[in-house]
């Protein structure tokens, strides 16, 4: 009967004050465990020989967001460079389908929701792109035969693999898959160890987690890492050969959005090329009716730059009275505002079908949708920064990785350093 008393009072203890025996916890608020991995640094349990160059990555400084949770499609989540390349789609393909790497396969695919005979079309339709954030994901480190998976930061730079809705499949370096972020962005307490050191330039205002964006798209626009005037339209599946370019200094006007819901304004903001930021911890539901944004309409920004919307019931910290949906809920699937907008010179946006499930999705199919674009007006740069933002989703937590608790939200990301 002591023991069985005992042994809960311990991990009281240790959770609040020590942070061992949950997520831990930062100012007295409960957070998730996420182990940091650093750009260049490579996995001590890889599905793949990374001496063997399956991917690049680069020096990026994280750029900050206007809400922790970004969806796939959001304009210039991602980058690029004008070298191709930047991950061996082909090379993995041929590790993963080798008969010697069955296990490994299975293991793989299985963190996907795959078959082992899906693998080679499910990589046919993935696109590699480079973060331009600090991105939250589950990764999975192969051990014992088995996919571990574990909470982990992606330092802004490293090359990954994104499906046909923006979303995280793979670390192009290592050729670990990722599923979803399932925790909360603004609760995390980050670990920087095994040769992760804190990176410069690290800052809790940059941490985003993707959510799959609500349909399927057929290009993805990204801005150029090192020329971030130069955009790239990058068709889904493919390496970077087949990219195309344009300005991202040509301004956009921000449309008028008020009464519509922030799924419609959502859609509408992303189709012009504009990013969408929402204040305080929880985005908006889908039927949260805008009241404003900021800057407000007729403002002209360039691509990519973020829009802030507010939304009826909103607290004075930027809430709402509507909290988001659960992980698998990915945005205006339910609105009925144009699916495009006047002005995008990057290719219309057309309807598919509905996002896949978070937690096991099943290998896309069919042609993507167009991913959104920016707007047409005349080029100028403006004094307001670049900025982007992603989202995440999720799969289940198991083994040693970093385990998550439920607690209280915060209004601001909350980190430590180990």
Known sequence: MVRRIAVPLVCVLVVSGLGGCGGGAVGGVHAFAVQAVAAGVPSLAPFF??????GQDTTVRSMPVRGSLQQGDTPGLYGGTKKPTVCDVARLKRFLTDPANR????????????????????????????LRHDTLVQNHDYKK??????????????AILVDTQGEPAAKCSCGNPLRPFTGDANRISVKFAEGNKKWNGYAASSVVAVRPAPRKMERLVLVDVGDPDRGIRRPVGTTGRSDTGF???TRHPVPDLAGRTFGQARQQLVSGGLAVGYAGSAQPSDDARVIASDPPAGTELRFGEY????????????????PPGPTGSTGPTGSTGPETSSGPTLGPATSTAPPPSTSTPAPPTSSPASEPPPTTSAPVTTSTPMADAPVATSASMTSSAPITSSAPLTTTPATTET
């Open 145 to 158: 035969g088995k996919a571990t998976p574990y909470n982990s930061l992606l330092q802004s730079g490293i």
């Open 49 to 54: 020989d990374e001496e063997k160059g399956l």
């Open 103 to 130: 296990r490994k396969a299975v293991a793989w695919s299985g963190v996907l929701g795959l078959r082992t005979d899906q693998i080679p079309g499910y990589l046919d339709r993935l696109t590699p792109v480079l």
């Open 307 to 322: 829009v802030t919307v507010s939304v009826a019931g909103a607290t004075s910290g930027g809430g709402t009275s509507t």
């Open 247 to 249: 300005d991202t200094r």
